[in-house]
């Protein structure tokens, strides 16, 4: 098991390194407890500033995927199954919701698109 990062003209490196480092991560490339390189280590593999990294490493520890141990390292969290999981017990919560109300699907998704699109523009 290792981490494997390939950066392409295709998005900001950071974002690609972000989105990789999550992919592996749920999906079990990347098992829980991880040690993911340092911030310098990672850049100058890639050939990327260290900002760069730091930027990604930032984004992922916001949300559940990584997390920061000191001077120990950068870790792969297991908040990621529990973030699935707790989404899925929401969404549970939401469909039985919209059913009691008497809600059509079209409208019920609709409404959850409604407020996706809020959140993640602020």
Request: proline share 3%.
């Amino acid at each position: 098991m290792t981490l494997k990062i390939h950066i392409d003209d295709s998005a900001p490196p950071y974002e690609q390194v972000r989105a990789q480092i999550s992919e592996q991560a749920r999906t079990g490339v990347l098992p829980v407890g991880y040690r993911l390189p340092t911030v310098r280590g990672l850049a100058e593999s890639l050939g990327l500033a260290a900002n760069t990294v730091a930027k990604a490493y930032r984004a992922l520890e916001t949300d559940g995927v990584i997390e920061t141990r000191g001077r120990n390292g950068t870790f792969v969290a297991a908040a990621g199954s529990a973030a699935e999981r707790e989404a899925a017990a929401a969404a549970q919560a939401y469909a039985e919701r919209v059913r009691r109300l008497g809600l059509a699907e079209g409208a019920a998704l609709d409404a959850v698109r409604d407020a996706l699109r809020a959140v993640y523009e602020e």
